[in-house]
């Protein structure tokens, strides 16, 4: 993809969306469910779409709501339901509609006390902390963001007792009968107002803030950044944890300056993403622009998109790579925490080899799953995983005491974990990181995008039938050609090629027709090049229709 011409610039008047043309689409506009993109639809996380087009209205809340009341009573679900939002003006709208829903069907709902905004590991930690030692009347979430999104767009996410995101036969589950109540003009959908909603003795307010700031300091180790007095700059991208980092600042009494720390749906402080979009990605240099120009007056800093899930770490070198700070991260926190050492590592498919050599030299098993972060919350709740994380910038991991904190991606504590490396170490992240480079090789890594017919994009499903037999790759022995994942045996929609010093993998977009091809060499950048080759050559051959 090419970088659009004004990426890493200021955002302008005409970027902006109109939330007032957005908000009442919301309300007024019904979803035609003759097209696929107006239906309810999950992905990795959650039902995503805007009410400019059709894909997330309030017909569409309605009706995942009534479905997710439905699915609690079949799975027995009876204790309170979590419920919070981040900053985008559509999380607004859908937290009411919500509410409404819930309430109206009975349940018991807990939200932050001053209906403000929550983080997403806020809600998973408070379903963990809340259904530890119990076996009965267990709680869920649901947390409405669409993560890094652009403003315009909404999101909806249901975590299950165990705190992280549902699963894909769960998630099924709730979009087959939110459809069905919309095909159905919303029959059986029980609502009252939001006045009665808010009015109700089964909405319990909590100080959610107070709660996960104090349990902190059995996470990471506070007292260290703060008799270090490591300055730290965090940027909060107007999201759903500034008022977070403000408690963690001064109830630690630690050296952070925030920016960003406002809410504004529509967002225009934001420099624009590589697309010329504004999108609050925090693992993005033209997103995080800002903060990487003031990377000289502070030890780190740090960023988070709006619902908080995702972290964006900066230091005196420049904002890092995601893979390489979880390379960082796990080795760092194996060496100074005193966790089972039988306990695993997880990582997704697509996620750099050198994790795999630093989890070989920590001694300790590695689980590699498919992208998504479902895949990782059963183990952390069980403490079955010491470390969970993603390429694209998400993680979590124990507690001081090998107990789960949050069993959905935690971007304050990763945030917070670059601060006390630096404090504990007196290295910065990337610095830590040239000495695994040195140890473990160097990593050249890169993600390719491209476009696909219909035919190809259907071709993907016939991968897993095919025996693709491979010995050799782009000049080494193939020690691998997977199309599911080691970690638990599950089909990724793929395929991944795994050599001595490289590897490739390839995924079809679930939102898109377009195939992601991830590659990576610890060799050089000429035989990542070489891997990218002879990768597209033998996709272009097992792509073809039949």
Not at 11 to 19: E, F, H, K, P, R
Not at 126 to 140: E, F, P, T, W
Request: with cysteine; net charge negative; charged share 20%.
């Amino acid at each position: 993809m090419s970088i659009h011409p004004r990426a890493g610039q200021p955002a302008q008047t005409s970027d902006l969306v109109n939330l007032a043309q957005l908000m009442t689409q919301y309300y007024v506009r019904e979803p035609n469910m003759r097209l696929p993109a107006q239906q309810v639809s999950f992905g990795t996380s959650g039902h995503r779409g805007s009410a400019l087009l059709g894909s997330f209205n309030e017909t569409h809340i309605l009706a995942i709501s009534q479905a997710i009341v439905a699915y609690r009573k079949e799975q027995g679900i009876d204790g309170p339901l979590m419920l919070g939002k981040d900053t985008h003006a559509l999380s607004e709208a859908a937290f009411a509609t919500a509410l409404e829903v819930f309430i109206g069907n009975g349940l018991e709902v807990h939200v932050q006390d001053d209906l403000g905004y929550t983080p997403t590991p806020v809600i998973s930690q408070q379903i963990v902390k809340y259904n530890r030692g119990r076996s009965s009347g267990l709680a869920d979430g649901v947390v409405i963001t669409p993560s890094h999104n652009p403003p315009q767009d909404g999101g909806f996410k249901y975590n299950p007792s165990h705190g992280g995101p549902a699963d894909g036969e769960v998630t099924k589950t709730i979009q087959e009968y939110a459809n069905a109540l919309i095909v159905s003009e919303l029959m059986g959908v029980e609502v009252v107002s939001y006045e009665q909603a808010l009015g109700s003795k089964r909405l319990l307010k909590q100080n959610w803030i107070a709660d996960y700031v104090a349990g902190l300091a059995n996470v990471v180790d506070m007292a260290a950044i703060k008799d270090a007095r490591v300055r730290i700059a965090v940027d909060a991208l107007g999201g759903s944890g500034a008022d977070y980092w403000r408690a963690v600042r001064d109830h630690y009494g630690l050296d952070i300056t925030l920016f960003n720390d406002h809410v504004d749906p529509s967002f225009s402080f934001m420099t624009l993403d590589k697309d010329g979009k504004i999108r609050m990605d925090c693992s993005s240099p033209y997103a995080m622009a800002g903060l990487v120009a003031r990377k000289g007056d502070f030890d780190v800093a740090v960023g988070n998109d709006p619902d908080f899930d995702r972290h964006g770490i900066v230091t005196q070198a420049g904002l890092m790579n995601p893979n390489h700070y979880l390379a960082v991260a796990i080795d760092y926190l194996c060496r100074n925490r005193n966790w089972k050492q039988d306990s695993a590592v997880g990582k997704t498919l697509v996620s750099s080899g050198v994790i795999d050599r630093v989890v070989a030299g920590l001694e300790r098993p590695l689980m590699e799953v498919p992208v998504g972060f479902k895949w990782f919350a059963e183990g952390l709740n069980h403490g079955n995983l010491v470390f969970a994380g993603e390429e694209s910038a998400g993680a979590s991991f124990l507690d001081m005491d090998g107990q789960a904190w949050s069993t959905d991606k935690d971007g304050i504590i990763m945030c917070l974990l670059a601060a006390e490396i630096q404090a504990r170490s007196g290295k910065s992240a990337s610095d830590y990181y040239q000495d695994l480079e040195s140890k473990y090789g160097r990593s050249y890594y890169q993600r390719v995008d491209t476009s696909a017919d219909d035919d190809m994009m259907d071709a993907f499903k016939q991968l897993p039938q095919k025996s693709i037999k491979l010995t050799e790759f782009a000049g080494e022995r193939v020690t691998s050609v997977l199309t599911k994942a080691p970690g638990n045996k599950a089909l990724f929609g793929g395929l991944k090629v795994v050599t001595e010093n490289g590897w490739f993998a390839v995924r079809p977009s679930g939102t898109e027709p377009v195939y992601k091809v991830y590659a990576e060499s610890l060799k050089s950048a000429e035989h990542l090049a070489l891997i990218h080759q002879q990768a597209a050559e033998l996709l272009t051959t097992l792509l073809k229709a039949d």
